[in-house]
């Protein structure tokens, strides 16, 4: 079915939604419990969690990563049940994945997640 798009129509939104075009997002699939993904690709997300949550987790490019804990200077990481811990400002290669610890705050912890 083909269907005249116009700038700003439900068409145009219901379209895209239909073709599959929504965005990487939506294709890499994540879910999350205080924490949000941000991904831009099939192979690259940005994880914000909630340091202070008693459980902060997310599922992203078919993989479940949890807080397990952290310090002012690092964070200790399940990534697909195995545990890893990372210094701000470093990475590690775990699970399939690079880990990239890029701040840690009072209030949340982000990290980026490339397929390696």
Do not use: H, Y
């Amino acid at each position: 079915m083909i269907a005249t798009l116009r700038r700003g129509s439900r068409w145009t939104a219901a379209a895209l939604l239909t073709l599959g075009l929504a965005g990487p997002a939506t294709l890499a699939g994540c879910s999350a419990e205080n924490a949000s993904a941000n991904c831009p690709s099939t192979s690259e997300c940005t994880v914000t969690f909630q340091r202070n949550a008693d459980k902060a987790q997310v599922s992203v490019l078919g993989v479940q990563i949890s807080v397990v804990s952290a310090d002012d200077s690092s964070v200790t990481l399940s990534v697909g049940g195995k545990e890893v811990t990372v210094q701000r400002d470093a990475s590690a290669t775990i699970a399939g994945l690079t880990v990239n610890v890029t701040s840690i705050s009072d209030s949340e912890i982000v990290v980026k997640v490339t397929r390696s």
